[in-house]
């Protein structure tokens, strides 16, 4: 799929959930690995890489690929860290950035929990994300929350809400359609996919 430069980019820019999400899954690891030459650490570099793919779906429409996808993607994550090391010179704080590491085993960078608290991302898509769960019945709200925050297990759930295990999956498949359906008009299907995978 990812030879048809002219068929991904109108996929693209149609805002497929599929295409996003095979992009994803394909370069998100090697564009972090790439990312983390410039900015040395991490978890800067994780967060940069989700800026681009976010950045790539809000602007979807207007996007233009002539050469090839990946080449799109590594030259757009090599301008990000480029552009993210200016800045942070600029604040004479490079210095301080580079010894620094107390960042090092930050996991991968992921919408809710395990976002920097001052990701862009973050700040965009809280409210976003935070009212389609608010939106859901309360039983299927209490599950979904149990499941996704406190990373209960359906066996632990049913027993803290005094229900069946098969009721328990009954609410988190659920609760999985209205918030894929809720989200899709905002967010670009590789982050749905993050929000969400794992759940059941």
């Known amino acids: 799929m990812d030879n048809d430069l002219t068929y991904i980019t109108r996929k693209l820019q149609e805002g497929d959930d599929d295409t996003y999400v095979f ?16 900015v040395g650490r ?8 989700s800026d681009t793919f976010f950045n790539i ?6 996007l233009e690929i002539r050469s090839s996808v ?3 993607l590594f030259h757009a994550v090599c301008n990000n860290s480029l552009n993210y090391l200016r800045k942070l010179k600029k604040e004479e704080s490079l210095d301080d950035f580079f010894k620094d590491n107390s960042s ?19 700040k965009d898509l809280t409210e976003t994300i935070d009212k389609a769960i608010n939106s859901l019945p309360p039983q299927q709200q209490a599950v979904f929350r149990l499941k996704r925050y406190e990373g209960k297990k359906n ?7 005094g229900l069946s295990i098969k009721t328990v999956e009954m609410h988190l498949s659920k609760a999985l359609l209205t918030l894929r359906k809720n989200l899709k008009e905002y967010l670009p299907g590789f982050l749905i996919f993050l929000l969400l995978k794992d759940i059941l």
């Not at 992009?23 to 410039?38: D, I, M």
């Open 23 to 38: 992009l994803f899954r394909k370069y998100y690891v090697p564009l972090c690995s790439y990312a983390r030459r410039y």
């Open 42 to 49: 991490k978890d800067v570099a994780e967060e940069l890489v």
């Open 57 to 62: 779906w809000r602007n979807r429409t207007a």
């Open 70 to 72: 990946k080449g799109y």
């Open 104 to 122: 090092e085993n930050i996991g991968l960078a992921i919408i809710t929990d395990e976002l920097p608290s001052d990701s862009l991302i973050m």
């Open 155 to 161: 066996r632990e759930i049913a027993e803290i809400m």
